[in-house]
């Protein structure tokens, strides 16, 4: 399939395949930069999986989202940037370059080279990928579209244990133990609107629950209060592959990672061992605290969204 190209105004009549193109020396340094924010983030995770250890807090992402450290450290460039080839071959790389001298990544899927350029072959992409890219854009915008709602209390955690659930999905005893737990659900409203919180639900809070999302409601309840939409940012960057930037890629992972912080230290589970101080939600400084972080989440994950939301936009205007 061939390449979806763009008028370059500097060459009338000439097509190119991008809007930018990176000279060798500027994508090699960022290149190399994003390699070295992404080896940061990941160092915790990758020593315990080396040997043999798993932490309750902080290995989340990746076991949830199928987050892989070579994936993040792998740097695109996104839809709409080319990489110019220096001297000696085809979008040779410094440290990165084959026997002929071409990158690997002229090799990577959905990446071709035109003129010289290597890029995003964004009509390949969207052949794979076009119904994602759609649905990404449509959730993205609907959640965006809404008042953010500060009135959950992170209540999710607590109703995946509520009443003696005996699968925990996390092998760490309860800070106000079973009965205390179930108090505090009982005593609380509860409004969780993510499908991917509420399907942990024990049988027995699932009617406690105002709202009864399901997969085919997410659009219709998604809303950007909610700090499991807030990490999902990292999720449809994923999705977008390489139309996402790097940069914002290791964005959306730097603040799931904070937010699922916060997530654990207001949930039941006793974190003390873990060297986290809790978030009480059952008491009034307890629940201030959370909301006033979750605003913050809140604002900073609007940011991503919103690019995001021009990833998805600019690739459904390169292939006009």
Known sequence: MPSTTSRDPAAPGRARPVATVLAPERWSRLEAAHAERADALTAGHRARRAAGERHAVEDFLYEYYGTRPAQLRRWHPGV???????PGGVG??????????????????????TDDVVHLDVDAFLADRGSTVTYVRTLLTATASRSAFTGCLGLHEWAMVYRGATDRRHDLPLRLGPAGTDAVVERHPVRCSHIDAFRFFTPDAVPLNRLQPTRETQVALEQPGCLHANMDCLK?????????PGDLLLDCF???????VLDMQASPYDLAGLGYEPVAIETPEGRAEYVARQRAFAARAAGLRARLVAVCDA??????
């Open 80 to 86: 709409g940037t080319g990489l110019g080839t220096p």
């Open 92 to 113: 040779a790389s410094p440290g990165g370059a084959e026997a002929d001298g071409a990158p690997p990544r002229r090799a990577w899927r959905w990446y071709a080279t």
């Open 236 to 244: 449809w960057a994923i999705k977008l592959g390489p139309a996402c």
């Open 254 to 260: 730097a603040l799931a990672s904070e937010i699922r």
């Open 315 to 320: 690739l459904v205007a390169a292939a006009a």
